[in-house]
């Protein structure tokens, strides 16, 4: 049963967390945003498809969103304590700051459990939806944007050309040229007229477009032989208005959520992507080893003799170089030189096989270590931040936010370059999904000591006494001699 204090202090809490996890969840949208912008551009897309791509890139951020959250409103909520002396009063009254801390480490023990299984069940799904989006996007052509005096294809079949474009919305058209895309064994078509006008269509999945005062030139070769084709003379039919209707239905009606990628790590639970980097692990042993052996038996037949399934053969007599004529001497070096070469180019490409299977098993692995380890930085954040809060004794989004964004950053930096090492196969990636939580639990437990035993560690006084002697090594002594 919660106390009258839990309530408040969870109450003081979630003020703050509600507002930065807003404008957080804001900022990183709107990076995506930028990054993404140039696949929104010229693609036809409705209001609502942008924005349910962007909320589906969204989900995904909440679990770097989330731990940062914690960390800022934490430092913010045991600052306003300190800062309004309830702190103080607290202490007074007899409860300690392990007392005040129990609820919100109880908050964020659950919020932690909770980013789990969100990473675990429902960004996964959200991911696949915001990749197949995404694709298909980059495989949907550009909404019609025709442009006077270039030849342009965004019609699907046809090749259109537009002298002069003009009308409030554009739908007069001058110098209008039209060629339908046909093979070799269907009649070609093309259009030329005075000027047109586009009408709206009865059917949505058509353009209507209406023209005045030009030709139709086609050849009727369809289904016929080549001697016939050859004595086959073109048509030119004469027109006064000419009504068009094109077929536009695969722009318009593109599936842009149809969902064709579904073998990416990323749309996996946490006990599929253990399957599957065991399979990626039996995979790479099998690889590993046929690439030691392709190596070996390049090295030099005659070691051929390391092989265990083999019996051993008698050594051949060793010849001494010094003992050949001066031609033969140099055909060996010369053989032995390219043998090395050769050896080498092999030994490079086989590096270059090995590099992507070592970087998509470090990825697999730290996606899946991810899952838990930001769970548990969500605990650590909370450590700092609560005594960092309670130390400063400062409020508000002053000295707070500075100090979480300088904390966030070491753990950003922290972790991607770690990341980056375990890509290129130089460190356990295990090892280096932990590795920003290992570094940051102790700073967060020797924080909570100082925080328990009120340690002044932001007093600048005390600082300046410390280095006081040191200091007055280059101060000038500015009192004047006759007084002294």
Not at 206 to 215: D, T
Request: hydrophobic share 45%; aromatic share 14%; charged share 20%.
């Amino acid at each position: 049963m919660l106390k009258i204090l839990d309530r408040y202090i969870i109450k003081t809490f979630f003020g703050p967390f509600f507002f930065i996890f807003s404008v957080l969840f804001f900022i990183f949208i709107v990076n995506i945003i930028w990054v993404q912008l140039g696949q929104f551009m010229g693609k036809g897309l409705s209001y609502w498809q942008i924005l349910k791509l962007l909320f589906y890139l969204g989900v995904s951020v909440i679990s770097m969103v989330l731990p940062l959250t914690i960390l800022l409103a934490s430092i913010m909520s045991f600052g306003e304590f300190g800062e309004r002396y309830e702190l103080a009063a607290m202490k007074a009254a007899g409860i300690s700051l392990t007392r005040v801390m129990l609820p919100l480490l109880g908050v964020t023990t659950v919020l932690s459990i909770m980013l789990y299984f969100f990473s675990n069940n429902i960004i996964p799904d959200f991911q696949r939806k915001a990749k197949n989006m995404l694709f298909n996007i980059a495989q949907t052509k550009p909404a019609l944007n025709f442009t006077p005096g270039q030849f342009i294809d965004q019609i699907p079949g046809y090749m259109v050309k537009f002298d002069k474009i003009y009308g409030n919305d554009g739908e007069n058209i001058e110098g209008v040229f039209v060629h339908r895309k046909a093979s070799t064994f269907e009649n070609q078509q093309s259009i030329v007229a005075e000027k047109g006008k586009f009408v709206p269509a009865a059917n949505k999945n058509f353009l209507k477009l209406v023209l005045y005062n030009g030709y139709v030139f086609e050849d009727n070769i369809a289904g016929k032989p080549d001697n016939v084709r050859i004595k086959q003379p073109d048509q030119a039919i004469k027109f006064d208005t000419l009504v068009s209707h094109f077929d536009v239905s695969e722009i318009i009606n593109k599936a842009i959520e149809e969902e064709q990628i579904t073998d990416d790590y990323r749309f996996q639970t946490f006990n599929k992507l253990e399957e599957t980097i065991n399979k990626n692990k039996k995979d790479n042993a099998r690889f590993f080893e046929t690439v030691g052996s392709d190596v070996l038996n390049q090295a030099n037949p005659v070691i051929s003799y390391m092989d265990k399934n083999k019996a051993k053969a008698a050594p051949k007599p060793q010849i001494k170089l010094d003992t050949l004529k001066k031609d033969k001497k140099l055909e060996m070096i010369y053989n032995a030189y390219n043998r090395l070469e050769n050896l080498k180019t092999t030994v490079e490409s086989k590096n270059g096989e090995i590099t992507p299977n070592v970087k998509y098993f470090s990825k697999v692995v730290i996606y899946q270590q991810r899952i838990l380890t930001y769970s548990f930085t969500c605990i650590i954040f909370f450590l700092i931040g609560a005594s960092l809060g309670s130390i400063i004794r400062k409020g508000g989004m002053g000295l707070p936010v500075i100090i979480a964004i300088v904390i966030f950053i070491i753990f950003y930096v922290i972790n991607v370059g770690v990341e980056n090492v375990a890509w290129s196969g130089k460190m356990n990636p295990y090892l280096a999904a932990w590795i920003p939580n290992m570094v940051l639990f102790p700073f967060g437990v020797w924080m909570t000591y100082k925080a328990l035993t009120d340690s002044q560690l932001f007093d600048a006084e005390k600082y300046k006494t410390f280095f006081k002697p040191i200091t007055k090594l280059f101060v000038k002594n500015k009192e004047h001699k006759r007084y002294q």
